[in-house]
């Protein structure tokens, strides 16, 4: 229920000059949509992290270009799509809630640094290319924004992986960094050090990962779009 009344201030003379004081209560049209967009938003975002969290399951290796161990999955994807369509933040809050959801259903094995890492890497791949898009919306844009993510991803990946993610897999499953070391050399005998392997292989292996969910990106979001933004 809405509706408005004026009143007139003591001693302000407001009524005579002909300046009633109004009151309004009531909701108001457009705080209705910013309601009904918030909702849709959020409703969209659980949607896209329910998705991401079961794409995390469907993961396969790649053997003689990268060791098995280290994966290949579109889980990303959701969380680029939320990024155009909601904003970059909703593209963060999906990788943490992929994340958070495959703690919660499936536990961890290394104290969470593994599902932090991912989200981090998530984060930087859907915030880069959120905010690119956000700032000039086309195609152009999309695009641009989604290879500079997949970018900033694969450039990411070298530290968050040199300082966080091995030394979790050395601590938490008890694997000498040789034999770390001795997989990727089964590939390159050359690859002597943590950091060359990060570089040489899981720097453009992680690149070519985001840009793979760039394509599908590109080619799914407009058949989607009605369903990101609530239109019929």
């Not at 001693?11 to 705080?31: H, L, N, Q, T």
Request: glycine share 8%; aromatic share 12%.
């Amino acid at each position: 229920m809405a509706g408005r009344v004026f009143i007139c201030l003591p001693g302000s003379g407001a009524c005579e000059k002909g300046f009633p004081v109004f009151i309004e209560w009531g909701s108001r049209p457009g705080r209705k949509i910013m309601r009904k967009d918030t909702t849709h938003n959020l409703t969209v975002a659980a949607m896209l992290s329910a998705v991401a969290f079961i794409l995390m399951f469907i993961e396969f290796p790649i053997p003689m270009l990268i060791p098995s161990f280290v994966k290949m999955d579109f889980s990303d994807l959701p969380a680029l799509l939320g990024a155009f369509a909601l904003g970059p933040v909703y593209g963060v809050a999906i990788s943490f809630m992929k994340n958070l959801l495959h703690i919660v259903v499936k536990g961890t094995s290394t104290a969470c640094v593994g599902e932090l890492c991912n989200f981090m890497l998530g984060a930087v791949f859907s915030a880069v290319a959120g905010f690119i898009y956000k700032h000039h919306k086309s195609r152009k844009t999309a695009i641009l924004g989604a290879v500079a993510g997949a970018a900033a991803m694969a450039v990411f990946s070298v530290p968050s992986n040199y300082f966080i993610t091995y030394p979790a897999y050395v601590e938490f499953y008890h694997m000498p960094l040789e034999a770390i070391l001795g997989m990727y050399q089964a590939i390159l005998p050359s690859a002597d050090s943590l950091m060359k392997c990060l570089v040489i292989f899981n720097l453009p292996f992680t690149l070519v990962k985001g840009l793979l969910d760039a394509v599908l990106c590109m080619v799914i979001y407009k058949p989607l779009s009605p369903i990101l933004h609530g239109r019929k």
